[in-house]
C-alpha cells in the first residue's frame, strides 16, 4: 500500500488563526515552525511520503491542510470552508491532488463543510454539524461517497471547533474522545474516554501504530496498555489554535 499525506508550511500570519472556543495566547512562531518540521519527520519516519501543497502566507490557518479536503478511495472532495477566512486554501490543495491522479469532485454553496468534521471509519463517515458545517454541505458529501459505498452520518457538535477536535478512532474502530467535548458519545457502538484532552487526537499510522500528542501521558499509557504502539510529537503551538495532530495532514491510502 502506497503511504502517503499531504502537509503544508505554517503561515507568517499563523499567530492570527481563527478561534472559537478557547482565548487566545501567544504563538511562538519559530517554535511552531520547529514543531512542524518534526511533525512531517514522524510521519517520514514511518513510511509515510510526504508532499507539500504549495503555502498560502496569506492565510493564517492554511497549515491545517486538513479541513480542505476530505479523500475517500480515488475521490477528493474539495470543501467550502465554513469561515469565508478560509476558503482561499481550497485552491492549493486541488491542485496537488489532480497532480497526483484523484478524481475531483466539490460541495458547493450553500453547503459549507470542513474537513476536520469528518471522521472516516470502515466505510462509515461520520461529520459534525453545528460549527463550520451546515447540513446542505453533509448532503452533497454523501451523494459524493455513496456510490463509493459510504454511509455518511451527522453528528451534532456544539462543544469543540470540529468533529475531530472531540474524537477520533483507534485503529479496531474504538472511537475515543475527551468527554466535556463530546455532545453525545452514544453516537458510537464503542467509545472510550480519555483522560486528557489532546488525547482525543490519534493519526493512524498503520494497524497497530497511531501518532498523537506528547501532551497527554496519561493517554498514551491507556493506548499502549490497549497493545498500541505510540508515535508522539509536541504541538503545542498549534493546539493553541484549536489545532491538532490530525489537522496537520490528509493521510493519502491506496
Known amino acids: ?16 488563526g481563527l478561534l472559537t472556543h478557547i482565548d487566545r495566547v501567544p504563538v511562538d ?12 519527520a514522524a510521519l517520514q519516519a514511518e513510511g509515510w511520503e510526504t508532499i507539500e501543497v504549495p503555502a498560502a502566507p496569506d492565510c493564517p490557518d492554511s497549515v491545517f491542510v486538513e479541513d480542505t479536503v476530505v479523500v475517500y478511495d480515488d475521490l477528493a472532495v474539495i ?4 469561515a469565508d477566512e ?26 459549507t463543510l470542513d474537513g476536520g468534521d469528518v471522521l472516516k471509519h470502515d466505510g462509515t463517515v461520520w461529520v459534525g454539524l453545528g460549527g463550520r458545517t451546515n447540513q ?17 452520518v451527522a453528528v451534532p457538535l456544539t462543544r469543540a471547533l470540529h468533529l475531530k477536535s472531540a474524537v477520533t478512532a483507534l485503529p479496531d474502530g474504538t472511537v475515543v474522545g475527551w468527554e466535556e467535548v463530546v455532545d453525545d458519545p ?14 482525543s487526537h490519534v493519526v493512524l499510522l498503520d494497524k497497530r501504530t497511531v ?13 499502549e496498555d490497549r497493545g498500541l504502539r505510540v508515535v508522539t510529537v509536541d504541538v503545542t503551538e498549534y ?7 490530525t489537522c496537520l495532514s490528509v493521510r493519502l491510502r491506496g
Open 186 to 199: 452514544s453516537t458510537w457502538d464503542s467509545f472510550l474516554a480519555v483522560p486528557e484532552e489532546p488525547g
Open 136 to 152: 446542505a454541505g453533509i448532503d452533497q458529501l454523501a451523494e459524493h461517497l455513496g456510490p463509493l459505498g459510504a454511509r455518511v
Open 86 to 111: 478560509r476558503k482561499a486554501e481550497v485552491a492549493g490543495t486541488e491542485q496537488a491532488l489532480r497532480d497526483l491522479g484523484y478524481r475531483i469532485a466539490h460541495i458547493e454553496s450553500p453547503g
Open 79 to 82: 470543501t467550502r470552508p465554513g
Open 1 to 16: 500500500m502506497n503511504r502517503r499525506a499531504l502537509v503544508r508550511r505554517p503561515s507568517p500570519r499563523l499567530a492570527e
Open 239 to 245: 493546539e493553541k489554535l484549536e489545532g491538532c495532530v
Open 29 to 40: 512562531l519559530d517554535l511552531a515552525q520547529r514543531q512542524w518540521e518534526a511533525y512531517v
Open 211 to 223: 501518532l498523537m500528542s506528547a501532551a497527554a501521558p496519561r493517554t498514551r499509557a491507556l493506548y
